[in-house]
Nanobody, 128 residues
Framework: QVQLVESGGGLGQAGGSLRLSCAASGRTLSSYSIGWFRQAPGKEREYVAAVSWRSSDTRYADSVKGRFTISRDNAKNTVFLQMNMLKPEDTAVYYC?????????????????????WGQGTQVTVSS
């Protein structure tokens, strides 16, 4: 079993940047694909980005493509979400999630139900 802890959230300004981290313990992250999701008040949890076991395969929701970058450092057992050109609509609680399947195993990675393990979330608030 793997435990995930997000950090790096906080208050950002529109047009600015924040970097989120997802640190793992219990098992090595290199055996898992990692997804980032977010949930705004009153809305469903939505997919943001995902990275495969090997960081060469990264995928993004259209709403963040070109602004956010997902990466991983397996030596540090950590996955990052670099968020640039922030918008007020990026305001949400951000969660990382882990699943042992490859991103090529189907579209599971797009759904919160496709992941076995979750962190507790970190709040991101973007002011206009």
């Amino acid at each position: 079993q793997v435990q995930l802890v997000e950090s790096g959230g906080g208050l950002g300004q529109a047009g600015g940047s924040l970097r989120l981290s997802c640190a793992a313990s219990g098992r090595t992250l290199s055996s898992y694909s990692i997804g980032w999701f977010r949930q705004a008040p009153g809305k469903e949890r939505e997919y943001v980005a995902a990275v495969s076991w090997r960081s060469s395969d990264t995928r993004y929701a259209d709403s963040v493509k070109g602004r956010f970058t997902i990466s991983r450092d397996n030596a540090k057992n950590t996955v990052f979400l670099q968020m640039n050109m922030l918008k007020p609509e990026d305001t949400a609680v951000y969660y990382c999630a882990a699943d042992p399947r490859s991103l090529n195993s189907g579209s599971y990675y797009l759904s919160p139900h496709g992941y076995d393990y979750w962190g507790q979330g970190t709040q991101v608030t973007v002011s206009s």
